[in-house]
């Protein structure tokens, strides 16, 4: 095997993001303008094949852990397939999901060990997630969550607090985790192109643990190296939650990921403004080794070098990812 990947900052990169589609049967006002976004031309994705053959280019240099997403990464025509082939190589594998459509490759994801999953669920209240969303498939996503819990899923469940929009829910989602072996892990809010930032719109880790502690008490729990949550469980509950606090408090100090996207390009952080294109040179018959590498040469100490998130252009979500 090749040397792993490090940075010029001693980080080594072994855990490859994936983003299967730029596409998606949401449309999370966080992540995604109503009208949808500008997608890539067809020709510009990547087939099948050469996803895995990029995927597999980075396991040869040392990638041990995958993530599937997008996008909705199941609104993926291929996105059965996909599985089917991950759950050849070897990785620890796992997917993040709206859920909507994870009743049809339930079985699918058992077979090929996909059993880690991060659900995104921002509401506990139907009308409120119509009103996040702009969708109606709120009933289904709960659904297919007890169905997950049923088959022994382990189960993350991703919600992004806004002001003035769910930061009234975080005592009830906390209270969720009474009976539910759930993860429920609170995000900041971050800044991205087509979601209308505003810095007044989010609810920090501070003020998140605040909400909490008017209704709990809780203990902190151990976090996993490389881990992203700071974790707390209430005493005697079954589930935890935990808080992810990329703006106030980066963890990019530990940061081992990469963001491959579904046009083939990479991205050494996600709030990099710039991205380094695999797609062509593979299809030129390149060896993308040394774009790789010199892509995660690049790669800044924190927050893609800026000062000013907020200001900086970047592409929405949900074609990097997540
Ligand atoms: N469609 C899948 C889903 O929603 O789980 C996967 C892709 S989505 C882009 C990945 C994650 O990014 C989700 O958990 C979502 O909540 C999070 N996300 C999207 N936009 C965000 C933003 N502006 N700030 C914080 N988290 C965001
Ligand atoms: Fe779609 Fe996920 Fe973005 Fe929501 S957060 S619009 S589900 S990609």
């Given amino acids: 095997m090749s040397e792993p990947l490090y ?6 990169h072994d855990y490859l993001r ?11 006002r966080y992540c995604m303008p109503e009208e949808g976004i500008e997608l890539s031309p ?19 240099l040392g990638v041990r852990k995958v993530r599937l997403t997008g996008g909705e ?15 050849q190589r070897p990785v620890s594998l796992a997917m993040t999901t709206n859920a909507v459509l994870v009743d049809r490759y339930i079985n699918r994801m058992k077979n090929a060990g996909l059993t880690n999953l991060n659900i995104s669920l921002d509401s506990l209240d139907p009308d409120r997630f119509m009103m996040i969303t702009r969708r109606t498939h709120f009933e289904k996503v709960m659904a297919n969550i007890h169905l997950l819990l049923k088959e022994d899923f382990n189960l993350k469940i991703n919600c992004v ?30 800044p991205f192109d087509g979601n209308r930032w505003q810095t007044e719109k989010m609810v920090s880790y501070a003020e998140i643990m605040e909400h909490i502690r008017r209704d709990f008490t809780f203990e902190r729990l151990d976090d996993a190296p490389n881990d992203t949550t700071k974790h707390y469980r209430v005493p005697g509950y079954t589930g935890n939650f935990g808080v992810i ?13 990469i963001r491959l996207m579904a046009n083939g390009a990479i ?16 299809r030129q018959g390149e060896d993308v080794e040394p774009i790789i590498r010199e892509s995660i040469r690049n790669k800044k100490a924190s927050h893609a070098g800026m000062e000013n998130l907020a200001d900086q252009p970047n592409r929405s979500m949900i074609t990097i990812g997540g």
């Fill in 7 to 12: 940075d010029t900052f001693g980080r080594k």
């Fill in 18 to 28: 994936v983003s299967l589609t730029e596409r998606c049967n949401l449309r999370c």
């Fill in 42 to 60: 067809r020709h510009h994705i990547c087939s099948r094949a050469e996803l895995l053959h990029l995927i597999d280019r980075f396991i040869s």
């Fill in 73 to 87: 990464p199941l609104v993926r025509k291929d996105a059965g397939e996909i599985i089917d082939e991950m759950a």
């Fill in 161 to 190: 607090v806004m002001r003035g929009m769910n930061e009234d829910e975080i005592p009830g989602f906390v209270e969720w985790t009474r009976h539910l072996p759930i993860s429920v892990r609170f995000i900041e809010f971050m």
């Fill in 245 to 257: 606090s990329s703006m106030t408090e980066h963890f990019c100090g530990s940061c081992n990921r």
């Fill in 267 to 282: 991205k050494n952080c996600l709030f990099s403004d710039s991205e380094t294109d695999l797609l062509t040179p593979l």
